[in-house]
């Protein structure tokens, strides 16, 4: 068979379909629509509308940043309470925990053992609080045996310990509300650590000298010295927050997180209480 010459004519179908082309801006007549070597191309960044482009004006970001402003100090107060009760009872688990200890050791070596509190104490508030436990070599009571406390027979038990952000003062006196907190035992402000007097006979550990301490006996006993040497039904260190050197909680009226540690004198039992 033989094909037809060709006419150089387009078909209807031909016609009709460029007819439905859409019709070019003036200027682009002679580029295909569809050809890949077109010349046409979108408009640029730099050549698009500014307005649909544009960024945030100084107005809107000092908006912005005065509403994140004004969240952080509404917020910041509740993180440093939080801080503050976490602190403090850290800190008070602490020193059961080192009370423990010195009545544990004490009772196991047959011999008598002191934990030393130094720092933040009373009307000195500085934020930081030291603490050490020591005991007797050779068993003997040695401030009653040698009127001191000498280094040399001394042993160090464990390392030294600092606590942060608390100080040991006053919880003030039980109110018996019915709180726990309110309902503990009234301990005399000779046998609180934050008030009772410097020992006569304190002991140095690391550079650091320790006036307060309580002292636990081979039998567990508590003794803590309150103008003179007794053992008393209970004995108490008080423990409150502190910004730096600023207290964080106060006790009349009481507010803030405050916590309470009693040591009972007859058998050396350390219990904490929270307002």
Known sequence: MFALPRTGRLGVNALRGRAAL?????GLAGYSWFSPSSKVRPP???????ESIRGFTLLE?????????????????????TK???????????IQGALDTARTYAKANNTYAWVGFAG???????????????ASKDGTNLWSANNALPA???????????????HIGDTGLPQNDGTEFESR??????????????????FTVQQTTFDKWIQFSPRGDTLIHGGSFSIVRYAEVGLLPTHGTTLAATINPAS????????????????????
Do not use: C
């Open 84 to 94: 503050g009760g976490t602190d403090v009872t850290s800190a008070a688990y602490t």
């Open 120 to 134: 933040s104490i009373g009307a000195t508030t500085t934020g930081q609080v030291q603490m050490a436990i020591v």
């Open 256 to 275: 803030g997180n405050i916590v309470a540690i009693q040591v009972s004198g007859f058998g050396g039992n350390a219990r904490i209480y929270r307002r």
């Open 61 to 81: 970001i000092l908006i912005v940043v005065g509403i994140i402003g004004l969240l952080l100090v509404l917020i910041a107060p509740a993180f440093t309470t």
């Open 152 to 166: 040399a027979s001394l042993v160090q038990v464990g390392k030294m310990i600092t606590l942060n952000n608390v």
């Open 185 to 202: 035992a009234s301990v005399d402000s000779d046998h609180r650590i934050s008030s009772s007097a410097n020992t006569p006979y304190p």
């Open 22 to 26: 859409p019709a070019l801006p003036e």
């Open 44 to 50: 640029s960044r730099a050549e698009r509308d500014p």
